[in-house]
């Protein structure tokens, strides 16, 4: 991590190059006040000076401009950073704060009439215009004398009129700016960014006689006349028929009288929408249709579809787009270095705006949407490159054991390691040698024995006196946990000597006595406890470590990025292992998970068997009944799934209540049915799957909030219902619950139709049992978002790119890998706009954001 200096100097300079618009650190620099004072002393800054630096950062939003760069100046000799009186004149006169470039903003472009002519001369005039503006930017950083010699190339103190709100553009008022911000529209540069949802081509040109019935077209023609006429509904008709020399076209809308007040004999339009037979003849239902003299916006042409609220219409957004796509297109600074641009092969900015709004062409529009969705990829690759080298700066404890140590671990354990558990140890083992934390990835799939894995691992910080603790999502899976751990560190084992005794590992549930809590948080403020295993209780604020150096997240897609942080918040930089059994496609890898080092175990202990996967159609469900009936019969135990039937978690109890009430009186009269669901405490859910466990039900019915990631040997077949409505990657996931014992086991998915084509997405799960197949085959046809589950795809919301495309994900990261290996910090002059590119993506990742 940067020191407190290096930061105070990055953003300093940010902010001078940025006219002092207190925008260097998000939310201003007011925000460093908070942190200041203790990272000040850690770094051993002279005491006296604290409070007048601490006092000064409070004070800045509230100065203008020139005070502020006296105020920079004067931090930056108090706290000694090299070249402070460097810093650029503030423009004189003029306060660059965000509220003074807004009024700014709106005089520049206020002034803009409408038409295009007049609109670029306008533009000329400030481009060439000397004015004292100018000036002063010339005399700032080198990066903007750079930017000034580009043609073309917005000036920044210009770009801060991006942030000004949208109801300074011409035709917009405050009503108007309320209902933009429903889409989340509230500064200019947003409204740029409000991209179409889908393009109208009306592009191609027909004349009357050429049109053919159900087409989408464009024709222009002359008005022969209009009328207006009452319905036998009583609903009014207005009518129109146009004619071009090939013949005539009859428009139709209704309940809309206002349309006689644009209507004139004779005017030629340009109409566009879909051809409609009645009575023969050819017409269109509410066309679309302007006068041709006027810039065709919405017809005849590549025609942008935006996203609405009520109150505002297509019309009115699309010329207000027009308007301000035509003024600050080009005002908007291309945060890209062009030698970036051109390596991704990609559009400018500006171009690429105008194109995504009102495309020339269909190529043009790809190209287009190529730039932002490189745009996205790459803020993204940079954000969690710049996360991995802070991970890679934090300065850990190194835990090195020797072969012979290794070795005997090893030995003692109940069975052979697999080739692929022997590499993820080797890599935990560097990892934890090193002088670095580890923050690595263990995927496997479901059954492949990442548990073990993580035991050895933690072992390795244990046998030289410190602390480890592993979290898992539910009561159930901690104490399934608890016990393996108990059964792997404090028996004998092959001869081998335990490494601890059995009250140095213990387990903390919501459900421990307070005693026993008691307890736990001594044995670990001594150091005695040398493992805790537990559920979110582990993060709770009493629990305190002596020396917590290594922490293990299992099935860590059930945690948020808070808990994980809070649970390795309670150790100094300790080493973290997350653990997941979805195996997470290699483009995700490459993204959201881009700021850990992987490990995959590919590979299952030996002597499994394959689970037999079927698909069985409603109508045979029976059959379905019959086979349970003979695996109990041989003292085996059966999961049924229920779907999500309606959005909501009751609506899915339900269905599992009454279900499990019809199989118990109908169906399995003779077999105790069991039930799980959402609604039920973690507590009682626990205690279901506890006696599943212990054999008390032959059945579990149970809902897919549940998920059951337990460890039951015993159950053999494994039933979804509604299988339709799952992911692959979630049926395998369902399907790992069983084949865990010795005993072949049999997975039965139920779609809720027979339709062949919805079900032809299931048979890939008849076909393959690798949990890495079926990983990417599911994040092409659900997408990411999906795939993920909301509680991790939140944070990265993209509009363009797709997280699937490997390829743009690969280029976009050997790029940015290039660029921060040349400016680890993205603070030379080309790479300051990228620079707060990257924050603006990224808000939470200020500094020591934790995104994984
Ligand atoms: P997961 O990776 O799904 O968390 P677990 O760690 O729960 O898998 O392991 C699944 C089962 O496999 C456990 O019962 C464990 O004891 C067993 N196991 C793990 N490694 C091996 C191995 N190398 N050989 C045989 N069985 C193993
Ligand atoms: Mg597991």
Not at 37 to 45: C, D, N, S, V
Not at 345 to 359: K, N, S, T, W, Y
């Amino acid at each position: 991590m940067p020191t407190i200096t290096e930061k105070l100097q990055k953003f300093f300079r940010l902010e001078a190059s940025q006219g002092y618009a207190n925008r260097a650190v998000l939310g201003g620099l007011q925000r460093l006040a908070e942190s200041w004072p203790a990272e000040a002393r850690e770094a051993g800054i002279e005491e006296s000076i604290i409070p007048t630096v601490t006092r000064l950062l409070r004070q800045y939003q509230g100065m203008p401009a020139v005070e502020r760069r006296d105020a920079l100046i004067k931090m930056s000799e108090l706290v000694k950073l090299p070249n402070a009186r460097s810093f650029p004149e503030a423009l004189d006169g003029v306060e660059a704060g965000p509220e003074k470039a807004q009024a700014k903003g709106s005089l520049t472009h206020k002034e803009i009439p409408e038409t295009k002519k007049a609109s670029s001369s306008t533009k000329d005039n400030t481009a060439d215009k000397p004015s004292k503006k100018n000036k002063a930017v010339a005399t700032r950083s080198k990066v903007n004398t750079r930017l000034k010699e580009v043609a073309k190339k917005p000036k920044l103190d210009e770009a801060a009129g991006l942030e000004a709100p949208v109801s300074v553009i011409r035709g917009v008022g405050e009503k108007q700016a309320v209902h933009l911000s429903r889409l989340g529209v509230k500064t200019i540069k947003d409204l740029l960014y409000l991209f179409p949802r889908r393009y109208d081509d009306y592009s191609k040109l027909k004349t009357i006689s050429q049109l053919k019935y159900g087409e989408e077209v464009t024709v222009i023609a002359s008005v022969l006349d209009f009328t207006k006429y009452p319905t036998k509904r009583g609903r009014s008709i207005v009518e129109a028929v146009v004619s071009d020399t090939t013949g005539t076209l009859r428009l139709l809308w209704f309940n809309q009288d206002f349309q006689l007040r644009y209507l004139r004999k004779g005017m030629f339009i340009s109409i566009s929408g879909r051809v409609e037979s009645y009575l023969g003849r050819p017409v269109i239902y509410h066309p679309d249709y302007e006068p041709v003299d006027q810039q065709q916006l919405h017809t005849n042409r590549i025609v942008p579809v935006y996203p609405l609220t009520a109150l505002i219409t297509q019309r009115w957004v699309r010329r207000t787009q027009f308007n301000t796509v035509q003024y600050w297109a080009d005002r908007v600074p291309d945060f890209l270095p062009e030698a970036i641009a051109d390596r991704a092969d990609v559009m400018g900015l500006a171009e690429a705006l105008r194109q995504i709004h009102f495309p020339e062409t269909q190529e043009a529009l790809s190209a287009a949407q190529k730039r932002f969705a490189f745009d996205e990829i790459f803020l993204l690759q940079l954000g969690v490159l710049r996360q991995k080298r802070q991970w890679q700066q934090l300065e850990g404890t190194a835990y090195p054991v020797t072969d012979a140590w290794m070795e005997e671990r090893i030995q003692a354990l109940p069975y052979a390691l697999t080739n692929a558990q022997y590499a993820a140890l080797e890599h935990i083992r560097q990892d934890v040698g090193s002088l670095h934390p580890m923050n690595r990835l263990l995927q496997g799939d479901v059954g492949s024995g990442k548990t073990v894995v993580a035991v050895i691992g933690m072992a390795m910080v244990i046998q030289a006196g410190a602390q480890a603790a592993l979290m898992a999502p539910t009561g159930i899976l901690a104490d399934q946990h608890y016990n393996t751990i108990r059964r792997l560190l404090c028996r004998d084992g092959n001869g081998h000597a335990p490494l601890l005794v059995d009250g140095q590992v213990r387990l903390l549930t919501g459900d421990s006595s307070a005693a026993e809590r008691e307890e736990v948080l001594d044995g670990l403020a001594s150091g005695y406890v040398k493992l805790l295993v537990g559920t979110h209780a582990l993060i709770e604020d009493p629990v305190a470590f002596q020396r917590l150096q290594m922490v293990v997240v299992d099935e860590q897609h059930r945690f948020g990025v808070a808990q994980r942080a809070a649970l390795r918040g309670k150790g100094d930089n300790p080493h973290l292992l997350v653990m997941t059994a979805t195996p997470i496609p290699r483009s995700l890898q490459l993204t959201i998970f881009g700021d850990l080092d992987v490990s995959i175990m590919d590979e299952m202990p030996a002597g499994r068997r394959p689970i037999e996967t079927s698909i069985v159609l409603p109508a045979e469900r029976e059959q379905v009944y019959g086979q349970i009936q003979s695996q109990v019969a041989k003292g085996y135990q059966a999961f049924i799934i229920y779907p999500l039937v309606e959005q909501g978690d009751n609506e899915e109890s339900k269905a599992a209540v009454e279900e499990s009430e019809r199989l118990q009186k109908e169906i399995f009269p003779n077999l105790r049915v069991g039930l799980v669901h959402g609604r039920l405490k973690p507590a009682e859910k626990d205690a279901v799957m506890l006696a599943f466990r212990n054999k008390d039900y032959d059945v579990l019915v149970s809902t897919s909030v549940v998920e059951v990631g337990v460890d039951i040997p015993n159950a053999t077949m494994m039933v979804i219902e509604g299988a339709n409505r799952f992911g692959l990657a979630q049926l395998h996931q369902f399907r790992g619950r069983v084949g865990r014992g010795e005993a072949q086991s049999y997975c039965v998915l139920i779609p809720e139709t027979d339709d062949a084509a919805e079900n032809e997405r299931l048979r890939v799960m008849t076909e393959t049992n690798d949990g890495f197949v079926l990983a990417e085959k599911d994040l092409s046809q659900r997408g990411p978002g999906d795939f993920l589950g909301t509680r991790q795809a939140g944070f990265v919301d993209l509009k363009m790119a797709n997280l699937a495309d490997t390829r743009v994900i690969q280029k976009a990261r050997a790029i940015a890998e290039e660029v921060l290996k040349q400016d680890p910090e993205l603070i030379s002059d080309e790479n300051l706009a990228l620079h707060q590119a990257v924050d603006t993506f990224w808000p939470s990742q200020d500094g020591n954001g934790d995104m994984s």
